[in-house]
């Protein structure tokens, strides 16, 4: 989004914490140390964080445990101060940084959405008018008049999600709380943050899991170490975290640091043996890839995805190789025959070699390896028609009852 204007932007952030290493907290202690000063020693968690976010974008922040995401989200929200850097946002902002937060559980669901609605910025009128909308969408209609207190867990949460999306605010902070309620009500939250991307808002979410990062991020930052490590494309800034956390492990790279770990060496479609980048729609196509290992590699997976213009997947599948064990120095020939209807207009397949038990550790990675350009589509709803049969069966209609007699 070039040309949007900033709705936040963060310069030179930098926060520390002063961290006890011995601490009395007890009168005997005290007593029988009484000129004992507790001595400290000084963490950095935030060194130098800088960031824009534009108005109407969708930025994501990733980052292994204890890296600094929570603490940035919570110095922009004003509730830690940091040591050194500006932050400036333009409008009014709302966190959402750990769901439930001011609920009283002596009190009903319907005092505790009026008090955190008002806190969210909702004045006590407009709280009220959206109560039936927030209780309706946390599914809890038989449980108003309950308190808190004897709500189960997820219950909480979902009450707690449905206020927070009520909220009318021009930024919004939110850590990691799309993993709540069960998995219908997880894809309610889902279809809630697609709104909220459709509808343009801007929204800072930090995240453990890449697949919401690559579905909903416009783009995303890897933090680690409290630096920023990566900043652009989620999708590659999705795989930097992946291989923070599992790439390290098993996988002995060449001491040559520019040598790759797979190359590919080429890739082309083919309609009847010919090479093409022209499909026609319903037709049959294969997709070629010539990959060259530099590494031993046991347990090889190959993954494909075809998307469309806007970068979205509409097909794809992962796949092992034939073999256990591919040896340094081999160059393995993959063909992928694909086959549907597509609506009209460019696709790129994107092409990812991985290992390992889990598929974590990625060698090769080609985010347009190949294009084409699909033609005449007819009656294709949606983005993909797949292979159907259908059949209608035509009935005589059933004999009308006799007329009674007279």
């Known amino acids: 989004m070039p040309d949007a204007p900033l709705a936040l932007s963060v310069t030179d952030l930098h926060k520390s914490f002063r961290i006890p290493e011995h601490q009395m907290s007890t009168l005997k202690e005290r007593a029988l140390h009484p000129f004992r000063r507790t001595r400290f020693h000084e963490l950095d968690v ?13 930025f994501g922040i990733v980052g292994r445990n204890g890296s600094g995401k929570s603490t940035l989200l919570k110095c922009m929200a004003g509730i830690y101060r940091p040591e050194q850097g500006r932050i400036q946002v333009a409008g009014r902002l709302a966190p959402f940084i750990e769901l439930g937060v001011g609920f009283n559980a002596d009190l009903t669901a319907y005092e505790n959405v009026q008090i955190n609605a008002v806190m969210m910025g909702l004045t006590a009128r407009e709280a009220r008018r959206r109560f039936d909308q927030i209780i309706e969408f946390a599914e809890l209609q038989d449980f108003l008049d309950l308190k808190l207190k004897n709500y189960s867990s997820g219950m909480q949460v979902r009450l707690a999600f449905a206020t927070m999306v009520q909220a009318d605010a021009d930024v919004m902070l939110v850590d990691e709380v799309l993993a709540v309620g069960d998995a219908a009500f997880q894809q309610k939250c889902l279809d809630v943050f697609w709104e909220m991307r459709e509808q343009g808002k801007t929204i800072v979410l930090v995240t453990h899991d890449m697949s919401t990062v690559e579905r909903f991020c416009h783009r995303a930052m890897f933090i680690r170490h409290g630096e920023v490590e990566l900043m652009g494309d989620p999708r590659q800034v ?3 975290y992946l291989d923070a956390n599992f790439g390290q492990t098993d996988v002995q790279v060449p001491d040559d640091a520019d040598t790759p770990a797979v190359t590919m060496n080429a890739a082309w479609v083919e309609v009847d043996g010919v090479p093409t980048e022209n499909v026609r729609s319903g037709q049959a196509f294969t997709i070629h890839f010539d990959l060259s290992f530099h590494i031993d590699c046991d347990a090889p997976f190959l993954g494909l995805a ?18 256990d064990h591919v040896e340094a120095g081999h160059n393995v020939v ?7 209807e597509l609506q009209d207009g460019r696709y790129k397949a994107r092409m990812r070699v991985t290992r390992g038990s889990g598929r974590q550790h990625v060698l090769a990675d080609s985010a347009a390896a190949v294009q084409l350009h699909v033609h005449g589509a007819h009656e294709v709803v949606g983005a993909f028609g797949i292979p159907r049969t259908i059949e209608i069966d035509h009935r005589t209609p059933a004999a009308t009852a006799e007329e009674p007699r007279a």
């Open 238 to 240: 999705g795989l930097a």
């Open 334 to 340: 993959v063909r992928a025959r694909m086959e549907g």
């Open 306 to 323: 075809l998307e469309n213009e806007a970068g979205v997947p509409i097909t794809g599948f992962t796949t092992e190789f034939d073999t």
């Open 46 to 58: 935030l060194r130098g964080i800088d960031f824009d976010v534009a108005r109407g974008e969708f």
